[in-house]
């Protein structure tokens, strides 16, 4: 009888102490060599939160792609991406509506608010291109008949060595920073001729497709088939040439907020500028990564 009580005995020490022994791996974080404690996975559920994104839709497709991706990434985060053209964009993040306002031109080009309060954040480069309807035999314009063409001097193709066809201008809006980037390194400054606007690029491409003689001007990631990209005084609008300076009709994509950004939003922003986004999803989706450029610009000056 006294050696079945003490084999019980001895059963339970080993018992206690093999539950001890279980408990403080469970309590104690995996050492690394040297005796440091190695970090804790972290769940890429952790962000949560909802931000709104708006403005240019010019830089629209590349922000929804990368949100889209994103969110598959961080089940619990929702980003909404709208576009209404630069102008909202800025107008919109420096009144607090949205989280990140998109832009093709720099805040301090926007009348009514304070730049000082925004902060930059650059995404991307996009070119900006001349279109025409493809049924057009017209290819390349010299910069001085682009101007014509677009202040009305010139109003029939054949003027410029296309078909005897009228000329139909398709405009953006006064706040559009497509329509701001084409006037400024297009058409110098020049004031564009007044005929036919349309609110979104979307629509503008829709619309040259469909027009025999339409004429208009689109960020890259926006042409396709449907529609030309004329060259300027013989030179293409590629990537290269861009990012060689050759071609002078581009721009920044900014992602401004108002203050540094922080939580979800700064995450997002991140991304953006993560090889996720640039080595991958930038080029695919039609724009220029922005350590490709060779030349660059700065804010004017007021």
Not at 86 to 113: H, R, W, Y
Not at 126 to 153: M, R
Not at 170 to 190: C, E, H, Q, V, Y
Request: proline share 4%.
């Amino acid at each position: 009888m006294f050696k079945n009580k003490a084999r019980w005995v001895l059963v339970g020490i080993l018992s206690l102490a093999l539950a001890a022994s279980l408990a403080g791996c469970g309590s104690k974080p995996t050492q690394q060599p040297g005796g440091e404690a190695a970090p804790q996975a972290q769940s890429s559920d952790e962000l949560s939160g909802s931000i709104t994104v708006s403005g240019s839709t010019a830089l629209q497709p590349l922000v929804e792609q990368a949100a889209t991706q994103f969110m598959a990434e961080h089940k619990n985060a929702q980003i909404s991406v709208q576009g209404g053209g630069s102008g909202t964009g800025l107008s919109q993040v420096f009144q607090g509506a949205v989280d990140i306002g998109n832009s093709d031109i720099f805040a301090e080009e926007k009348d009514g608010i304070d730049a000082s309060q925004l902060v930059d954040h650059k995404a991307a480069v996009i070119g900006f291109a001349a279109v025409v309807n493809p049924a057009n035999t017209v290819d390349n314009l010299s910069k001085a008949d682009v101007i014509k063409v677009f202040t009305g001097k010139v109003t029939n193709w054949k003027e410029v060595g296309g078909p005897d066809e009228k000329i139909v201008i398709i405009n953006r809006p006064k706040g559009s920073g497509t329509r701001a980037t084409f006037k400024a390194f297009a058409l110098d400054g020049n004031e564009e001729a007044e005929d036919t606007t349309q609110e979104s690029s979307g629509a503008v491409r829709q619309t040259v497709a469909q027009t025999k003689g339409a004429i208009s001007y689109l960020a890259l990631s926006y042409v396709d088939s449907s529609i030309k990209a004329l060259k300027i005084d013989g030179v293409e609008p590629t990537e290269e040439n861009i990012a060689n300076g050759k071609y002078p009709v581009w721009s920044y994509e900014h992602m401004y907020t108002k203050g540094e950004p922080t939580g979800l939003t700064k995450a997002f922003l991140d991304y953006m500028v993560s090889d996720a986004v640039q080595k991958d999803m930038v080029r695919q989706a039609g724009y220029i990564p922005i350590t490709e450029m060779k030349v660059e610009r700065q804010a004017p000056k007021k």
